[in-house]
């Protein structure tokens, strides 16, 4: 079955660092790949979509790479700052209504 | 103000009793959806509607309802038959075709 895993446990940066998050997935070839921010008892919010015939994509302090031959996507945060705390979710897609995977999510703490 | 509205943000469900909660958006967007969200998981798809008078079975339909009769409207029902309802439920919508799901605050729902 398709499954991502990201990150369980919480990563705690520095302020000023740029915090690195991982999205590895299995039994899975999807065409976009989505960044979402959650934060505590809210409703997610996007933040950025790659295709799969990009390597790359970037907004402002946001970079999100997509490696369809190793299955994984890292996203960058520069200069990360406290207002960055928050619980981020890589979400895949093949297209269509259904064909949607979350993953649960990597909890980034930015240390002030 | 554009956006998706969900009410109540807290329910209270007893046992044996059906709850509704509702889903509202006027972003003109033509699908909508329904999560379901659990500490330690991802997302899970409950249902969701591509146009109105027309619904489809997600992973976890069991247990619930819902209705599209109106393209603003998505209220999901949780039934009697819904044996664990404690969760976040979460309502999205999306245009026709696009991957970006927009989210709205949430309901969290809780058994007396």
């Known amino acids: 079955s398709q499954k991502i895993e990201q990150n369980s446990e919480a990563l705690n940066i520095q302020e000023g660092k740029t915090a690195t998050l991982t999205c590895n997935y299995t039994?899975?070839?999807?065409?976009?790949l989505q960044w979402y921010r959650q934060d505590p008892g809210r409703g997610p919010v996007f933040l950025l979509l790659?295709?799969?015939?990009?390597k790359e994509k970037r907004k402002e302090r946001l970079k999100v790479t997509f490696d369809t031959t190793l299955k994984q996507s890292l996203f960058h945060i520069t200069a990360s700052q406290p207002a960055d705390s928050a619980t981020y979710l890589c979400?895949?897609?093949?297209?269509?209504?259904?064909?949607?995977?979350f993953g649960t999510g990597t909890k980034l703490q930015v240390i002030p | 103000d554009g956006g998706i509205t969900q009410s109540p943000k807290y329910l209270f469900r007893k046992e044996g009793q059906n709850v509704t909660l509702s889903c509202e958006q006027n972003?003109?967007?033509?699908?909508m959806y329904w999560y379901r969200q659990d500490p330690g998981q991802g997302l899970r798809l409950i249902y969701y509607?591509?146009?109105?008078?027309?619904?489809q079975k997600g992973d976890i339909a069991e247990g619930y309802s819902v209705s599209r009769e109106k393209k603003e409207s998505f209220p999901l029902t949780v039934t009697s038959a819904q044996k664990n309802p404690t969760a976040f439920y979460l309502c999205?919508?999306?245009?026709?075709?696009?991957?970006?799901?927009?989210f709205g605050p949430g309901t969290r729902l809780l058994v007396l």
């Open positions: 999205a919508s999306s245009w026709e075709g696009q991957e970006t799901q927009y």
């Open positions: 039994n899975y070839s999807p065409a976009y």
């Open positions: 790659i295709r799969e015939n990009e």
């Open positions: 979400v895949l897609s093949s297209g269509g209504y259904q064909k949607v995977t």
């Open positions: 972003l003109n967007h033509d699908a």
């Open positions: 509607s591509q146009i109105v008078n027309d619904f």
